[in-house]
C-alpha cells in the first residue's frame, strides 16, 4: 500500500504529571530501556512525517534534551504555560504556521502506541476525507474522555471525565487520546477552543465538537489493542504499562526463536538484540545495548547492562556492565564484570570474581575468590583463588600483565605495575612487587618455621594439649610396635 507521509506528528509532553509525585517531569519516566517520550518519539519517527515536532514545557531543558537525543530531527516548541492540551496545539499552529495536509497528534504518556496503529488511523482518515479522526478504545473508561454519540451511533463529540454527565460517565467507549486532523482545519478550529470547562482548560478534544458543528466529516478509529493505547498518569500506570511493553518484547523474542523460561520475571529493554536458540533463565534483565549471541545461555539471576554475550557462552547469577563475554566462555556463578571486562573465548571467570577494564585471555581461567582490575591475562593462563591484582597505590591506578600459560599460585597479591611473564608462576600466598621472567618462579612470602611443643608449653590443660599429647604417644607407640604387619 503507498502511503503519503504525514505533515506532521505533535508530540504533547508539557505536562508536569502531577499524578506521578515526582521531581522529574512525567514524560522522562522511563520503562524497558527507554523514556516514555522516547517510546512515543520512536514510534512516530518510523511514519516519517515531513515535521516531528514536541511540544514542552514543564521540565522543558531536559525534555527537550531527551528529545532531542532520541530523534536529533525533532522541533521542539514550547508551551509557556501548561493551559490545556488544545492550547498546547494551538503553540505550534501559532508557531510554525498552517501544516497543510495530515496532522497527527498524540499524547508522550501513550507509550504502548505502535506505528502500525498510527498508520493505520493516517490511512482511514485520508480515505473517508474526515476532518478529524480520533482512535478510541472500548473497556474500563476510568479516568479518560468519553466518546459521545447520537442515537444512530454518529459521533458527536468527546466529554471529560470531570464535566461528563452521569450517563455520559456510563459510557465505555473513551478517547485514547490520538488523532488525525486535516492540518488547516485543525489550525482554523484551534482558534475557537473555550476554556468553559471544569478545568478551565483549552481543550484538543473540543475541536471535535467545533469541526463537526462546521458541518465536516469527523470518524474514529477502534484501536485494535486496548492495551496499546493506555495513558500513564501515575506510577501504578507506569508499572502495567511496563509490563505490558515486556510482554511484548518478550513475545517477539520468543518468536524469533529465543527460549525464555520464565517471563514473569524477564525483564529485556527495547534496544537489547537476542540471537536464535540463546536461553533465557529466570530473574534475568537485559538491559541497554546488551546483545546475547545464538545460543549462549543468560540466567537464572543476571543484570547485564550494554554487555555482549558470544554464541554458546554461559552466564550464570552475574552483574555485567559495559563487559564483553567472548564465544564458549562461562562466567559466574556470582561473578561482577565492571566496564572494560573482556573475557575472551572459552575462557572461565567464576564464583566471586570481579574484573574490571581487564582482558581474560581465551582460554584463561579465573576460578574464585578474586580481583582483577587493570590487568591483561595472557591465554590459558591460570589465576588461583583469592588473587588479588592490586592496581591502585591510592593515587594512580597502575596495570598488570600475566602471559600466555603462566600460573599464579593461590592468594598471591599482584603489586602493579608488574608483569609476570610467559609460562612464570608464583608461589602461593606471595606478595608480588616485582615482574617475574618468563618461565620463573617467583615467591615472596617468609619461610615456615615450625615451634615445637608449643601448644604443651603454652596452652596446658586446653583440648589443643590433649590432642597433641595423644598424638605423641600414638606415634611414640607405633614406633615401639615396629612396622605394622601385612594383612595377607
Ligand atoms: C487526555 C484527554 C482525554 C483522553 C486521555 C487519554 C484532553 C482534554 N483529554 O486526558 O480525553 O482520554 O488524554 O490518555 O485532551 N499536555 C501538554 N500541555 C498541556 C496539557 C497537557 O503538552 O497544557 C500534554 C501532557 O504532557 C500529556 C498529554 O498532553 O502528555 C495529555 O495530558 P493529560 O493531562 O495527561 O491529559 P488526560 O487528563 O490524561
Ligand atoms: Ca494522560
New binding site residues.
Given amino acids: 500500500m503507498s502511503e503519503s507521509r504525514p505533515a506532521a506528528v505533535l508530540i504533547?509532553?508539557?505536562?508536569?504529571?502531577k499524578r506521578m509525585k515526582s521531581r522529574t517531569p512525567?514524560?522522562l519516566h522511563s520503562l524497558c530501556g527507554l523514556s516514555m517520550l522516547g517510546h512515543v518519539l520512536a514510534t512516530a519517527g518510523e511514519l516519517d512525517p515531513e515535521r516531528l515536532v514536541v511540544?514542552v514545557?514543564?521540565g522543558r531543558e531536559q525534555v527537550g534534551a531527551e528529545a532531542g537525543k532520541v530523534r536529533p530531527r525533532a522541533l521542539v516548541v514550547v508551551?509557556e504555560?501548561?493551559?490545556?492540551?488544545?492550547?498546547?496545539v494551538r503553540t505550534v499552529t501559532e508557531a510554525l504556521g498552517v501544516l497543510h495536509g495530515t496532522v497527527l497528534v498524540t499524547?508522550?504518556?501513550?507509550p504502548l502506541l505502535r506505528a502500525r496503529t498510527l498508520r493505520e488511523l493516517a490511512g482511514l482518515h485520508r480515505a473517508a476525507g474526515n476532518a478529524v479522526t480520533v482512535l478510541t478504545a472500548v473497556g474500563d473508561p476510568a479516568?479518560?474522555?468519553r466518546i459521545v454519540r447520537d442515537a444512530d451511533g454518529r459521533f458527536l463529540r468527546?466529554v471529560?471525565e470531570r464535566d461528563a454527565s452521569p450517563a455520559e460517565l456510563a459510557l465505555d467507549e473513551?478517547?485514547?487520546?490520538c488523532y488525525a486532523f486535516d492540518g488547516a482545519l485543525l489550525a482554523d478550529a484551534i482558534k475557537r477552543v473555550t476554556t468553559d470547562n471544569k478545568q478551565n482548560?483549552e481543550?484538543?478534544?473540543d475541536v471535535v465538537e467545533i469541526l463537526r458543528g462546521d458541518g465536516y466529516p469527523i470518524g474514529s478509529m477502534p484501536a485494535a489493542d486496548a492495551a496499546e493505547?493506555q495513558?500513564v498518569?501515575d506510577r501504578v500506570q507506569l508499572a502495567a504499562a511496563r509490563r505490558a511493553l515486556n510482554d511484548r518484547i518478550l513475545e517477539h523474542w520468543m518468536r524469533a526463536g529465543v527460549t525464555i523460561v520464565d517471563p514473569r520475571t524477564t525483564w529485556v529493554d527495547v534496544t537489547v538484540t537476542i540471537g536464535q536458540d540463546a536461553e533465557i533463565g529466570p530473574q534475568v534483565q537485559l538491559e541497554g545495548r546488551t546483545a546475547i549471541a545464538s545460543g549462549a545461555r543468560v540466567g537464572p539471576g543476571c543484570v547485564l547492562q550494554d554487555t555482549a554475550v558470544g554464541e554458546d557462552a554461559m552466564v550464570l547469577n552475574a552483574v555485567c556492565r559495559q563487559a564483553e563475554i567472548g564465544p564458549g566462555a562461562t562466567v559466574g556463578p556470582f561473578a561482577y564484570l565492571r566496564p572494560g571486562a573482556k573475557v575472551e573465548r572459552n575462557a572461565h571467570v567464576g564464583t566471586f570474581v570481579e574484573v574490571k577494564n581487564s582482558v581474560i585471555g581465551a582460554g584463561a581461567k579465573v576460578p574464585h575468590l578474586t580481583y582483577v582490575g587493570d590487568a591483561h591475562i595472557g591465554e590459558r593462563a591460570n589465576i588461583g583463588a583469592g588473587t588479588i591484582f592490586a592496581n591502585y597505590d591510592g593515587v594512580a591506578k597502575h596495570r598488570t600483565t600475566v602471559g600466555p600459560d603462566a600460573f599464579i599460585g593461590s592468594d598471591t597479591v599482584l603489586v602493579a605495575p608488574l608483569t609476570v611473564g610467559d609460562g612464570a608462576y608464583t608461589a602461593a600466598g606471595s606478595a608480588i612487587t616485582d615482574d617475574v621472567p618468563p618461565g620463573a618462579l617467583g615467591i615472596a612470602r617468609g619461610r615456615q618455621h615450625n615451634s615445637e611443643g608449643w601448644a604443651e608449653r603454652n596452652r596446658r590443660g586446653t583440648r589443643s594439649a590433649q590432642a597433641a599429647i595423644r598424638a605423641r604417644s600414638q606415634a611414640q607407640r607405633a614406633r615401639e610396635d615396629g612396622p605394622p604387619e601385612s594383612s595377607e
Fill in positions: 504533547l509532553a508539557a505536562g508536569e504529571g512525567k514524560v511540544v514545557g514543564h508551551q504555560e501548561q493551559l490545556g492540551t488544545g492550547h498546547a499524547y508522550a504518556d501513550m479516568g479518560y474522555g468527546i471529560e473513551y478517547n485514547s487520546g482548560q481543550y484538543l478534544t493505547i495513558g498518569n
